[in-house]
Nanobody, 123 residues
């Protein structure tokens, strides 16, 4: 299995910055794409940003130019630099990894999720 642990969430004022981290650990054979998702109260979970093992990124239109996703493959860690935040960025942010593990002597690829970290933007 793979464990994903997010950190860096908290409260920030409008226009401020925050940096989220996600550390993957466990019986990892390889990590393919990783991503950040968020879920605001009463809303569906949505993709914020995603990054492949080769570094190709894609972003939700709402965060383009403000958020930057990156990863350190050697440390199985992913980051989300959040700048110029707005109240609409308030949500629980979840780390996701498309990872391959060894299970019963076979390679199994599946999605893993972290527990989430709260980000609150106040004016």
């Amino acid at each position: 299995q793979v464990q994903l642990v997010e950190s860096g969430g908290g409260s920030v004022q409008v226009g401020g910055s925050l940096r989220l981290s996600c550390k993957a650990s466990g019986s990892i054979f390889s990590i393919n794409a990783m991503g950040w998702y968020r879920q605001a109260p009463g809303k569906q979970r949505e993709l914020v940003a995603r990054i492949t093992s080769g570094g190709t990124t894609n972003y939700a239109d709402s965060v383009k130019g403000r958020f930057t996703i990156s990863r350190d493959n050697a440390k199985n860690t992913m980051f989300l630099q959040m700048n110029s935040v707005t109240p609409e960025d308030t949500a629980v942010y979840y780390c996701n990894a498309d990872a391959t593990i060894i299970q019963f002597s076979r390679r199994v690829t599946r999605d893993f999720w972290g527990q989430g970290t709260q980000v609150t933007v106040s004016s």
